[in-house]
């Protein structure tokens, strides 16, 4: 059942089209991703939605009752940001609305908070149209997506997981399609060029043609008329040329490869050492002491509950805390969300290029993987947004005098696209990365290792997010497979002790053994 329904929706902002709907559904107990990079809309369309903003021309029919959850909460309190994001949604689930818009739900929540929320929305019994950054979230939650680019909105079936094989396979069209037209154009030109050699060549008498045969057609009036036709035809082939129709072709973002400092000495090699580091803020303990080491080119996540004190061990290693030890050159780049590493009155590029150890054409290379293409290098920053602010600190970090990132959530504000971008350039980073995150899916693309803290203790895994979270299971088939080899290993003594001397007893025990095998293998 239709519980919401948009037609010929259009809103402006000066003289720029924000977004021109055509004709969108929501249905009831639907669950409905709406992606789109920074700006182009999303929020504005939730807020016309819910009623509390008008759109310029266009209907939302439906007497279906809606619910906001909104992007922007109010900070000025005493609460942490992931409590006040909770109490926004559990005032937002109570009131049981049968649509409820969430415009970015999990700011501020760890993953705890974030699981706790995948299951309360998958509980909610009305529709949910959703903005999120979070991939795995939109995953978890979503069976539709709505992607709003251009002003337009295309609707795919599917999670985010989903959407992004058919935009693989449409950007696999499109290429093929750019082919397909480049290679005919090539052909029209071509017939174009020979039909005007054909045509002037026309103009000249045949060294063949007898005296009788000019006499009979006319020479000149005869080829005269050929050439006019040849001209004819490729005039037809240009006009066939101009009605072609052009296929953009898809923009190639470079890759890279940067010098670092010191680069090849470091590589595989320790590079700092915790010897008995504890986490304490006055008489709070966050971890117990531990000790742990990072070898040069690792990519390591730092994960935990908020307050967990994630953020106290990466300043005791900026510092080089008591405990800590850091090879002389190792050259650390750190990168939080306080942004004033950026000079606002001067240029995306000469902010980056202020302190680069690369040249211009690394910088713009770095910077157009992050979408920043063209003439849009010379935009000042003060005129950015904040999403856009926090992917050049990340240019600015990635040029820079260092060969080991430390980074303290780098995807806050970060749109998804800009996101994708910036794994793809951290997994191509040949230098050491240590960076903070909540955001399942970047973890789990970027890391290679894991440093937990759970229950004031700091796990060290090796192996990937998701290995570290399947963690407790691979245990538990490993104990179940030495059992099974220590039946085989009691089965096989028992049936040598049987083949000498068999008894009732060893006979019963044998039995007993292939029970139990049999069970543990049903189990397996």
């Known amino acids: 059942m239709v519980i919401k329904e948009i037609t010929n929706l259009t809103y402006d902002i000066g003289d720029r089209m924000l977004f021109d709907i055509d004709h969108l559904q929501i249905r009831a107990k639907e669950r409905i991703g709406l992606v789109g990079r920074n700006g182009s809309g999303k929020t504005t369309l939730l807020e016309i939605i819910a009623g509390n903003r008008t759109a310029h021309s266009g209907n939302i029919?439906?007497?279906?009752?809606?619910?906001?959850?909104?992007?922007?909460?109010?900070?000025?309190?005493?609460?942490?940001?992931?409590?006040?994001?909770?109490?926004?949604?559990?005032?937002?689930?109570?009131?049981?609305?049968?649509?409820?818009?969430a415009d970015e739900p999990t700011t501020n929540l760890d993953t705890e908070r974030i699981i706790k929320l995948e299951k309360a929305f998958e509980r909610y019994q009305g529709a949910i149209v959703l903005v999120s950054h979070d991939r795995a979230f939109l995953d978890a939650i979503c069976g539709t997506i709505w992607e709003i680019e251009e002003g337009k909105i295309t609707v795919y079936k599917g999670n985010y997981s989903d959407y992004?094989?058919?935009?693989?396979?449409?950007?696999?069209?499109?290429?093929?399609?750019?082919?397909?037209?480049?290679?005919?154009?090539?052909?029209?030109?071509?017939?174009?060029?020979?039909?005007?050699?054909?045509?002037?060549?026309?103009?000249?008498?045949?060294?063949?043609?007898?005296?009788?045969e000019a006499k009979i057609?006319?020479?000149?009036?005869?080829?005269?008329?050929?050439?006019?036709?040849?001209?004819?035809?490729?005039?037809?082939?240009?006009?066939?040329?101009?009605?072609?129709?052009?296929?953009?072709?898809?923009?190639?973002?470079?890759?890279?490869?940067?010098?670092?400092p010191n680069q090849e000495n470091l590589h595989g090699r320790i590079i700092l050492r915790a010897e008995d580091v504890q986490g304490k803020i006055g008489n709070r303990i966050l971890w117990q002491k531990t000790s742990f080491q990072i070898k040069g080119g690792e990519k390591v996540a730092i994960i935990g509950k908020n307050g967990s004190g994630k953020t106290t061990l990466v300043r005791q290693l900026i510092k080089n805390n008591s405990g800590i030890t850091i090879s002389p050159a190792v050259r650390i780049g750190y990168f939080s969300q306080n942004l004033d590493v950026l000079e606002t009155e001067k240029t995306i590029l000469d902010?980056?290029?202020?302190?680069?150890?690369?040249?211009?054409?690394?910088?713009?290379?770095?910077?157009a993987r992050l979408h920043f293409f063209g003439d849009t290098v010379y935009k000042p920053i003060d005129v950015l947004s904040g999403g856009e602010r926090v992917k050049v600190a990340l240019a600015k970090l990635l040029v820079?005098?260092?060969?080991?990132?430390?980074?303290?959530?780098?995807?806050?504000?970060?749109?998804?696209?800009?996101?994708?971008?910036?794994?793809?350039?951290?997994?191509?980073?040949?230098?050491?990365?240590?960076?903070?995150?909540?955001?399942?899916?970047?973890i789990d693309h970027v890391a290679e290792r894991i440093l937990a803290i759970e229950n004031q203790t700091l796990i060290d895994f090796q192996g990937s997010y998701a290995q570290f979270n399947n963690r407790d299971v691979e245990m538990e088939v490993d104990t179940l497979e030495q059992e099974l080899l220590l039946l085989d290993t009691k089965i096989s003594e028992v049936l040598s002790k049987l083949s000498?001397?068999?008894?009732?007893?060893?006979?019963?025990?044998f039995q007993d053994l292939l029970k139990t095998k049999n069970k543990l293998l049903r189990e397996k």
Request: net charge neutral.
């Open 61 to 101: 029919t439906g007497k279906a009752d809606c619910t906001l959850l909104p992007q922007l909460k109010n900070t000025d309190t005493v609460k942490s940001g992931g409590e006040v994001t909770q109490q926004y949604i559990d005032r937002a689930l109570g009131e049981k609305a049968e649509l409820l818009l």
């Open 164 to 212: 992004t094989v058919q935009k693989e396979i449409k950007l696999k069209e499109q290429e093929k399609a750019y082919e397909n037209y480049v290679q005919k154009k090539q052909q029209l030109e071509e017939a174009i060029v020979l039909k005007q050699q054909k045509a002037n060549k026309a103009t000249k008498k045949p060294k063949q043609l007898s005296r009788s």
């Open 217 to 260: 057609t006319g020479a000149k009036p005869y080829f005269a008329k050929k050439q006019k036709k040849l001209q004819q035809v490729a005039k037809s082939i240009e006009t066939r040329l101009e009605k072609l129709e052009k296929v953009e072709k898809i923009k190639e973002l470079p890759k890279i490869k940067m010098e670092l």
């Open 351 to 367: 902010n980056v290029m202020s302190t680069s150890i690369q040249d211009e054409s690394m910088a713009r290379t770095i910077l």
């Open 400 to 442: 820079n005098d260092c060969n080991t990132l430390i980074l303290d959530e780098p995807t806050n504000f970060l749109d998804i696209y800009a996101m994708e971008a910036l794994e793809e350039l951290l997994k191509e980073y040949e230098g050491t990365i240590l960076f903070i995150s909540h955001d399942r899916m970047f």
């Open 500 to 509: 000498i001397e068999p008894t009732n007893e060893l006979e019963q025990e």
